[in-house]
């Protein structure tokens, strides 16, 4: 964190000195672990080994919350007679289709549910899981939650055995001490004495936070790492709690806010799914595919109408389907790395690239520079000509004779993009909220806003569109905000106040429980509606620290209403009385019988404590007055995933993809639902090979910036970090004869890299199943060109094309490879040096 | 003369991340340092000079042997270093145009328009921070951002600070909240923390930019006990007087007063 988030790691700091002690788990002694209380090494792609252990730790001694895990999570639910657990199957789920490597999740539900839809259940469960893996579509329940029935039978008792928590108890109790010793390198001691603080810290009068980023996330299993850390802290009550969560640190200034509006293919703004061609044919099918009808969920309607509302205005009717057949559909996994699949085979033929560099900036480089030379054409918008810009003539293919550029028929559109200082908008960070920010000064020369390019984009494709009914979409749109300036900027604070949305009087909305499910309001994205209320820019409010309360509300605007801590109706007990004085938060007024507290409550402000919904019920009617996850169906914080999930509703250790051991806790090696490719561009490193024989692991420097586009063209950066290095330990350089400040080349089945050698104790080789593995780090911020002042090895060309199955993301952090000393061969000699390992 | 103002380098609460040596550098228009790899831990800008004004330094601890604890690291230091700002100056005592001079604020600054380049204050600091640039052949180093202190701003490298390693403020408050800082460690069990330049008492009668180290001044690069190297100009004058006076009286003796002769 100290590495990559500096600014945010002072709260860490000002923690520590109110007497927080920081544990960090990470592969390399970084400049977090210098700071940290404790530095914990572990084999990099073991974390659930570790987490699994902690989650074993507190059943098997009885440590967990147990007032706050019976009432808020669904740890007395009990989960049907069909389902079979990795411990019964050696390491696979009921569901499995060897065939497609996909599950049905079916056999995971709630005991009752599967063959028969219950009240609330849904489409999506009952259809089976291969839909839900073929669009990443357990993604689509990022402010929802899967489908599932809202009051499954229960044993308060926690006795039967198919009960959540005695599942739980069964499936993690091969997860030991002498497991994580075993596995992730980290000694018997230092794991109890991590048990220990944790769950110490825990409680009624005491909070765990975990906080996690990409090494967590760029995993085969990565969805599932983070669903471990959830179960954790659910069974310790460390979820809408101060001090509590799991705080996600993100990649990039308003990665939260791209998801949230998305750039992502399967998700429409607000985390609605985007409709399927084949199987949403109309609205109402579309939402009864759309996750469940309980919690507040089950007003997806008017969260859908709306937004077709801001999109297509008054051509939006009622009788049209308010233009549901306007939106644009998938047919299935339109991600990244398939896209880039398509463009070698000569299907996708013009690709815009917008504040990316995947040139360098995305693993299995040379496939990504194969595909923008496939191209018919490109536009790239950035600060600088990065090497996306300019691989057609000097990319490292050139130099292989992999391409030449006479032969690629590309045309590249290169257009200059404004900074952050030079154009008007919002930031969204990692805790949802919104802070806006003023233009510094105006873009020089060419340089425009990306608000700017599609805004007049738009213009100019709807001027030259005819008659014709297939453009009909694009005609009907509302295009209109306000122009500011020489430039005719768009009125940034235009489209949030469209995000924001309005009502029937043309005034804003204050909140989402407004939209309408009728046509009667508009709104751009649901759960930023309240953004603009008073028709004030919310996110523009910049009230110092100490004039109000620490949790600050009025500094910027959190999404959904405001709300500092999501689901913050469990900071108190289940009769609304905080869980102690040092931890009050939020808390019912039995007087005034309202909610209320130091953040605006997550929930119906006069809901009491004491409500029990009715049969049948709808939407937040359907919660009782003691269920604190409300966008879920059930109300509760799901230890186990009945649904949602493509590999599994609990979280299982299994070997990254390239993992140089075998997995001694299962017969079933990797993640058996991983995304793999049988593509020559895309070769793998076979696991446990003598040929590559170290963990590869990546990260970034804080001197730079991801791919270096933003860093290397700048002096005052360069200069911190001019070279790309390879850290590794003293052990391993002895035993290869690296020399300090010399030069390594490694080498997987993509690629191979040259960088200078860094010696250090800060890695350290791990004992793992009784023998010596050693891990090699590389920063990835190099590449050949982008205007940078430094240049480096490709780190990325190193990296496999082998993807989690529930948000596509690739395995980046624990991979395989070789080193030798020495620089990397070029050109010609580079071919042979691959077929040579390829040959092995 | 305001109130004399200064720097709190408290390293153990420094991350490394150098936005101190940026920040410095785009105020000040510092030019880069070269782009060189170094292999020295995570430092690539090498030392205080002319074109570094603020350097963070790293150093890597190896455990103890012993155990399975040989082959990892104990501890890594990180320091952010910058002119001291010395109450007694050396640079300014040898410098021969008055480029150099004591501010209102009680810190050291060259003014570049009246720097001639001769260079006397390089060898002048007993802590190598001025530094003569190639380019154009004067001294250079920090200001503790003069001008933005003129402007009632603090200076831009502990405006940077993420974490409040660098602290800025009058220097008597800062010498307190030090002092109150150590404390706090040595009762959380850190007894190894210490003060650096703090003392009016030592070899430049107290530092106006001090450290709380971690360990001995050595490890991070500091002199252990600086001295300002004109200290003992008084006295080699006082000594050059007598010796100059002794020879003259010589001389006299010699040539200048006529012997009698005997008649």
């Keep these: ?117 219950a009240a609330g259940l849904r489409g999506e469960q009952l259809e089976g899981g291969r839909r839900h893996a073929e669009a990443a579509g357990a993604e689509q329940y990022g402010s929802g939650g899967a489908a599932a029935t809202a009051r499954p039978p229960a044993d308060p008792e926690l006795r039967h055995p198919r009960c959540v928590y005695q599942i739980l108890k069964r499936h993690f109790a091969r997860y030991t001490p002498e497991v994580v010793a075993d596995l992730c390198g980290i000694s018997e001691e230092d794991f109890a004495e991590l048990a220990g603080t944790i769950t110490a810290n825990s409680g009624r009068e005491r909070t765990t936070a975990w906080v996690y980023s990409v090494g967590w ?117 339109h991600g990244h790395y398939t896209t880039v699949l398509g463009q070698i085979d000569g299907t996708v033929k013009g690709y815009f690239v917008v504040g990316e560099n995947p040139a360098v900036g995305s693993a299995g480089g040379k496939a990504q520079r194969l595909g923008l030379a496939n191209l018919d054409w490109l536009v790239v918008r950035d600060l600088t000509l990065v090497e996306t810009a300019t691989f057609w003539q000097d990319c490292p293919e050139l130099e292989t004779g992999e391409l030449r550029t006479e032969d690629i028929a590309t045309e590249v559109f290169f257009l200059p993009a404004a900074s952050h200082v030079e154009k008007d908008g919002t930031f969204t960070n990692t805790q949802r909220l919104l802070q806006w920010r003023e233009k510094a000064l105006d873009p020089p020369g060419d340089c425009r806003s990306d608000l700017w390019f599609y805004y007049h ?47 029937p009087d043309g005034r804003t909305l204050s909140g989402y429980v407004q939209l309408q499910p009728d046509g009667s309001t508009r709104c751009g994205c649901w759960i930023y509606c309240g953004v603009y209320a008073d028709e004030t820019n919310q996110a523009a409010r910049r009230r110092p620290g100490h004039e109000q309360s620490p949790v600050a509300p009025e500094w910027g605007w959190a999404w959904p209403a405001n709300r500092r801590i999501l689901y913050n109706r469990a900071s108190a007990d289940p009769e609304g009385r905080a869980w102690s004085e040092r931890k009050a938060y939020v808390w019912w007024d039995a007087e005034r019988r309202e909610w209320t507290g130091h953040d605006v409550p997550d929930f119906e402000a006069g809901k009491p404590p004491g409500y029990r919904p009715p049969e049948g019920a709808l939407a937040e009617a359907a919660l009782a007055g003691t269920d604190p996850f409300i966008m879920q169906v059930d109300g509760k914080g ?96 002895a035993e290869l004869g690296l020399d300090h400040g010399g030069w390594a080349t490694i080498v997987t089945s993509r690629s191979a890299v040259e960088a200078r ?84 | 003369m305001a109130e004399r103002m200064g720097f709190f380098t408290d390293t153990s609460i420094c991350i490394g991340c150098k936005a101190c ?19 020295t831990s995570y430092d690539n800008t090498g030392s205080l000079g002319a074109d570094t004004w603020r350097h963070v330094a790293f ?79 004067r001294a250079w180093k920090c200001t503790m951002c003069y001008d933005r202190q003129l402007g009632g701003l603090e200076p831009a490298c502990a405006k940077a600070c993420p974490t409040d390693s660098i602290q800025f403020g009058p220097l008597d408050e800062l010498r307190a909240r030090a002092e109150e800082r150590v404390t706090a460690l040595h009762e959380a069990g850190r007894p190894e923390a210490r003060l650096y330049g703090e003392s009016p008492d030592d070899g430049v009668g107290g530092a106006g930019a001090f450290f709380l180290l971690l360990d001995d001044p ?40 006529p012997s009698r002769r005997r008649g």
């Design chain 1, 1 to 117: 964190m100290a590495e990559c988030h500096p600014v945010g790691f002072q709260w860490v700091v000002e923690a520590q000195a109110r007497g927080a002690k920081v544990f960090h788990v990470d592969p390399r002694f970084t400049r977090t672990s210098a700071l940290a209380d404790r530095h914990l090494p572990i084999r990099a792609g073991s974390d659930i080994v570790l987490l699994g252990a902690l989650i074993n730790h507190v059943l098997r001694n009885e440590l967990d919350f147990r007032e706050y895990v019976l009432a808020y999570t669904n740890a007395s639910s009990i989960i049907s007679g069909r389902f079979a657990d990795t411990e019964d199957l050696d390491g696979l789920f009921s569901g499995f289709d060897e065939e497609t490597r996909t599950y049905d999740p079916s056999s995971w539900s709630y005991e009752g549910t599967g063959e028969e839809p």
């Design chain 1, 638 to 733: 799901w230890l186990f995933a009945p649904a949602g999930l493509a590999d599994g509703p609990l979280p299982t250790h299994y070997e990254s993809h390239e993992s140089p051991v075998p997995n001694t806790l299962y017969g079933t090696q990797a993640n058996p639902a991983r995304r793999i490719y049988d593509r020559p561009e895309l070769p793998y490193n076979p696991p446990m090979s003598p040929r590559f024989p170290h963990i590869l692991t990546t990260y970034r420097l804080t001197e730079h910036h991801t791919a270096g586009g933003m860093s290397r063209p700048l002096a005052y950066l360069a200069e911190l970090q001019p070279e790309l290095f390879c850290e590794v330990s003293p052990l391993l350089a």
């Design chain 1, 457 to 503: 984009l738009g213009k100019r494709i709807r001027q030259r569109l005819e008659d014709d009914e297939i453009d009909r979409p694009v005609r009907e749109l509302t295009w209109d905000y306000p122009e500011e300036g020489e430039y005719r900027d768009p009125s940034a604070q235009a489209v949030l106040r469209e995000i924001n949305g309005t009502g």
């Design chain 1, 757 to 840: 050698v860094m010696v250090t104790e800060r890695v350290r080789p791990l004992r793992v199943q009784g023998r010596t593995v050693h891990q090699v780090g590389l920063p990835y911020h190099w590449g050949w060109g982008g205007g940078g002042l430094v240049t480096g090895g490709v780190v990325n060309d190193l990296m496999p094309v082998v993807l989690d199955p529930n948000v596509y993301i690739q395995e980046g952090k624990a991979v395989t490879c070789d080193v030798r000393p020495g620089r990397c061969p070029r050109g010609t000699a580079l071919l042979d040096l691959m077929e040579e390992y390829r040959r092995g």
């Design chain 2, 21 to 39: 040596e940026v920040a410095c550098k785009e105020w000040n228009d510092v030019p880069d340092d070269g782009f060189v790899f170094r292999a």
């Design chain 2, 218 to 257: 050595e490890v991070y690069g500091l002199p252990p006990a600086p001295v300002v190297t004109t200290r003992d100009l008084p006295q080699m004058w006082r000594w050059a007087g007598g010796a100059a006076l002794t020879l003259a009286g010589a001389l006299a003796l010699c040539f200048g007063v």
């Design chain 1, 217 to 333: 996330t760029q995993h085969t299993v990565g969805a599932q790492y983070i669903r471990t850390a959830a179960i954790l802290q659910l069974l310790l009550g460390n979820i809408g709690r101060p001090g509590g969560g799991i705080l996600a640190l993100r990649g990039h200034a308003s990665i939260q806010g791209s998801s949230d509006i998305p750039t992502l293919f399967n998700l429409l703004p607000g985390y609605l799914p985007m409709p399927h061609a084949h199987e949403h044919e109309d609205l109402a099918e579309y939402l009864t595919h759309a996750g469940g009808d309980t919690g507040f969920w089950g007003r997806k309607r008017s969260y859908v109408v709306s937004l077709l509302k801001a999109w297509w205005g008054d051509a939006a009717t009622e009788a049209n389907d308010f233009c549901f057949d306007y939106l644009p559909r998938i047919t299935g996994d």
């Design chain 2, 59 to 137: 150093i890597e601890q190896r455990a103890p042997a012993g155990g399975d604890g040989g082959e990892g690291i104990d501890r890594w230091l990180m320091s952010s270093d910058v002119c001291k700002h010395c109450t007694h100056a050396a640079c300014l005592d040898v410098c021969p145009t008055g480029a150099l001079f004591r501010t209102e604020f009680g810190t050291v600054v060259v003014q570049a328009d009246i720097c001639n380049g001769c260079g006397y204050c390089v060898p002048a600091c007993p802590y190598g921070v001025i530094d003569r640039r190639e380019r154009d052949g």
